[in-house]
Nanobody
Framework: QVQLVESGGGLVQAGGSLRLSCAAS????????MGWYRQAPGKQRELVAT???????NYADSVKGRFTISRDKAKNTVYLQMNSLKPEDSAVYYC???????????????WGKGTLLTVSS
């Protein structure tokens, strides 16, 4: 119904920067919010940042001041600019979209397959 494809992960040194992208495609009636979550080995998936259709943002305390989420509505794409990266930021980063998708239209909570970020010390 809706596909989310992440890109931009990779290996970066501590203190470096990286930008993740996530593009939504498919039958999209309305996107209410998009966001990024991450899951490190042996840990639960956690919220990193979200952005609503109105532009309101929310960040995990651990990334405030270092990460910035933004969205291009015309492209149905969300970005995560990550600066001052730390080894503890290493995880698989998942894109999430909440909205009305598919035919017939239905409220959904969709996930991408994830992209791996490794921050070396």
């Amino acid at each position: 119904q809706v596909q989310l494809v992440e890109s931009g992960g990779g290996l970066v040194q501590a203190g470096g920067s990286l930008r993740l992208s996530c593009a939504a495609s498919g039958i999209i009636f309305r996107i209410n919010a998009m966001g990024w979550y991450r899951q490190a080995p042996g840990k639960q998936r956690e919220l990193v940042a979200t952005i609503t259709n109105g532009g309101s943002t929310n960040y995990a305390d651990s990334v405030k001041g270092r990460f910035t989420i933004s969205r291009d509505k015309a492209k149905n794409t969300v970005y995560l600019q990550m600066n001052s990266l730390k080894p503890e930021d290493s995880a698989v980063y998942y894109c999430n979209a909440k909205g009305v998708f598919g035919a017939p239209p239905s409220g959904m909570d969709s996930w991408g397959k994830g992209t791996l970020l490794t921050v070396s010390s």
